[in-house]
């Protein structure tokens, strides 16, 4: 795009003398040092800054009657924006999961299990951490920006008789993330609750808790762990049909980064006119679409990959995948499966970091789903900004 619209200058401005060129056409001319305020408006909003691509300042140098060079940067202030994230088992919200864990103390009683007993004291302070969280479903995350870019323009005045108007092609250079998405501070508790709790339960078919469990035999479809599994945000399918569960980190935090090209094309067309007798205040008006070359990517890190399809056997009565109890009661969960040859429960959660949701992903639900596609449909951004300049010499 710079090549055809230097071409393109270049054919104009062939039509005139050569030998008066460097007289009439003024090249270096002139030098503009402008801020310019982003704005989805014609307004002007002198000192406060608004818009598509944030907060600006432009250099930009005259180079003949047809051509102007501009350089710039813009930053993006970092406004978040909150909105309400799903977490789950396979059988809905924890929510009612934990008035059930609540009452688990109540059932070893029962029992006949002491859980203040020395050694339940580590599985006591996780079921008094998760016991603590608040009855909800949810857990609301800070949506922000990371928008800051350098800018390099060259914008083509095509009419002789009217240098109002330019056509203009150029890039944006930044760093490739461009948003975040992270839980409130206030969340970490429900976090660190989902945790204790996908602790207890990745422990729970294997070990039970020390040697004792809330079911009786034959009852294992009961057992609150065995019934809801593992907890986290539901991020839909991969390629291959199987689930995507993301769990909050060690950390109990729950992020996400959205990552574009770092080098973003740019063209549009812009209007330019003086403010001033002099002319040296001038108000610069540009309009264009920023090319993201292709869909932004969203990416996620502690997301367990898994085959949520019902329980299925070959002819010989073996495992093939799914989830579910076969006929002696034994429990093939997400993240732990009976093994017949061994007799025993084992781990086989498989976690996965860099989790692309909008390329890796589909049939993602609710509303996280929604916002995912709505960034995937983010292919150009848009840019329209109003600014002043003035002119040094």
């Keep these: 795009m710079f090549l055809l619209a230097m071409l393109f200058t270049t054919g104009i401005l062939a039509q005139d003398r050569i030998d008066s060129f460097m007289s009439e056409e003024k090249i270096l001319s002139h030098m503009d040092v402008g801020v310019n305020a982003e704005t989805t408006s014609l307004g002007i909003d002198v000192g406060v800054n608004v818009g598509t691509t944030g907060l600006g300042i432009d250099v930009g140098v005259n180079v003949g009657n047809y051509v ?183 950390d109990a935090s729950a992020k996400a980064e959205m990552v574009v090209n770092k080098v973003r094309p740019y063209v549009g067309f812009g209007y330019n006119t003086s403010l001033s007798g002099d002319k040296r205040w001038r108000l610069n008006v540009d309009a264009g679409v920023m090319f993201l070359c292709g869909s932004p990517s969203v990416y996620v890190d502690n997301v367990y990959k898994f085959n949520a399809d019902d329980i299925c056997f070959d002819e010989e009565g073996r495992y093939v995948s799914g989830m579910g109890f076969d006929i002696d009661g034994n429990y093939y969960g997400e993240i732990v499966r009976w093994f017949e040859e061994d007799l025993e429960y084992k781990y086989v959660g498989q976690r996965l970091d860099h989790v692309d949701v909008v390329h890796d992903l589909h049939d993602t639900p609710g509303k996280v789903g929604r916002t995912i596609n709505t960034i995937s449909k983010f292919k150009v951004y848009p840019n329209i900004s109003v600014g002043i300049s003035y002119r040094l010499f």
């Excluded at 859980?115 to 949506?143: H, I, Q």
């Excluded at 709790?197 to 294997?206: A, G, L, Q």
């Design 68 to 250: 102007r060079l501009r350089a710039g940067y813009n930053y993006m202030p970092r406004i978040s924006m909150n909105t309400d994230f799903t977490v789950e088992t396979s059988k809905g919200g924890i929510g009612n999961l934990i008035d059930k864990i609540d009452r688990i103390e109540e059932k070893f009683e029962e029992y006949g299990i002491d859980m203040n007993s020395e050694s339940f004291a580590e599985y006591k302070a996780l079921f008094d951490k998760f016991s603590k969280v608040e009855r909800k479903d949810y857990v609301t995350m800070a949506l922000k920006p990371n928008l800051h870019q350098f800018k390099f323009m060259v914008d083509v005045m095509p009419f002789r008789n009217n240098k109002h108007w330019s056509f203009t092609a150029g890039f944006f250079v930044g760093p490739s993330t461009v948003g975040y998405a992270e839980n409130l501070e206030k969340e970490v508790l429900m976090l660190e609750g989902v945790n204790a709790y996908n602790k207890i339960y990745r422990d729970y078919p294997e070990y039970g808790i020390n040697g004792s469990y809330l079911h009786r035999v034959g009852k294992e479809k009961d057992d609150p762990f065995y019934k809801h599994g593992l907890a986290g945000f539901c991020l839909g399918r991969f390629a291959d049909g199987d689930m995507a569960l993301m769990v909050p980190g060690e």
